[in-house]
């Protein structure tokens, strides 16, 4: 078996394993093409194959977290499953931790099915919490409710994207996870968010409100398969039920050009997220345990 650096000609495969392994993680060809092509970079970011003969039989992606102080990193580890317990995963974390460190991290999370805690300690890893993974055929979304006086919707492909950005840094600041996240410069935001490949923001939309945005979802994949990977309110506007509004007129807007397929995760914990996506008609299609370790 043979571990390398991956390649633009593995993104075929790579969208596949993942497909194969964890389909409720929304990729694709494109997608898995445009991260292979911009590693390296202020993201420091990475992806490690494993293969066997011609076969691609595991995966491994990571990148430095954007605003996290001190530098902290994501990664993520998938063999498939005819070929586990071969080394495939191990050789693959290893290798994606020498270059976590060389790239100043001093700590990684991962995400991963809670069978894999007892491997997974051996590095040090520990849970700190869990993460729900969810689906829903946006067909299915209940209607849309009232939208507050005084409030307009639209998606953010018609709203200046400095009002997402103000937004987004308060909700980075706000948000649940195990990095402290602190702030990101507004052109590496608008590269690695706003212009990344795969973000549909036709089918993700905003509340504003006095030309602010107070409450968005934003949402990347295609027109048949999307991941919900945020969704905010402005804290002093919470409570007037506009995360649901937002993420029900996007499911609204998505199912309008035919995709059968939304996917989102929450933490336990997040009681008030968790509620709107059961209230929107989310369904649980995993759980995994959040891990983290020190490098």
Not at 119 to 145: F, N
Request: proline share 6%; hydrophobic share 45%.
């Amino acid at each position: 078996m043979e571990i390398r650096p991956a390649v633009l000609d593995d993104a075929e495969a790579a969208a596949a394993l993942y497909e194969l392994v964890e389909p409720w993680l929304v990729t694709s060809v494109e997608q898995q093409s445009s991260g292979l092509a911009e590693q390296g970079g202020p993201r420091a970011r990475a992806m490690f194959a494993a293969s066997e003969g011609d076969q691609l039989v595991g995966w491994s992606s990571s990148a430095l977290i954007p605003g996290a102080n001190p530098a902290s990193a994501v990664l993520r580890v998938l063999v498939h499953p005819e070929y586990r317990g071969r080394g495939a995963g191990t050789a693959l974390l290893e290798r994606t931790h020498e270059h976590l460190k060389a790239a100043g991290a001093v700590s990684a999370r991962a995400f991963a099915d809670p069978a894999s805690l007892e491997w997974a300690s051996q590095w040090g890893y520990r849970q700190t919490r869990q993460v729900h993974y969810a689906g829903i055929d946006p067909r299915l979304a209940p209607g849309l409710p009232a939208v507050p006086a005084g409030v307009r919707l639209a998606p953010l492909n018609e709203v200046d994207p400095r009002l997402v950005y103000a937004a987004d840094e308060v909700a980075q600041r706000t948000k649940p996870g195990d990095a402290k996240i602190e702030s990101r410069p507004y052109d590496d935001w608008l590269a690695g968010v706003w212009e990344a490949p795969g973000m549909v923001l036709d089918l993700s939309v905003a509340a504003l409100q006095d030309n602010k945005v107070i409450g968005f979802t934003l949402g990347n994949g295609n027109h048949h398969k999307i991941w919900s990977q945020m969704t905010a309110t402005m804290p002093e506007h919470q409570g007037r039920g506009l995360a649901k509004l937002v993420k029900c007129a996007a499911l609204h807007r998505a199912a309008d050009v035919g995709v059968v397929g939304a996917y989102t995760a929450n933490y336990d914990g997040n009681e008030p997220m968790l509620a709107v996506n059961n209230w929107l008609g989310y369904r649980r299609a995993a759980t995994h345990a959040v891990l983290v370790c020190p490098l």
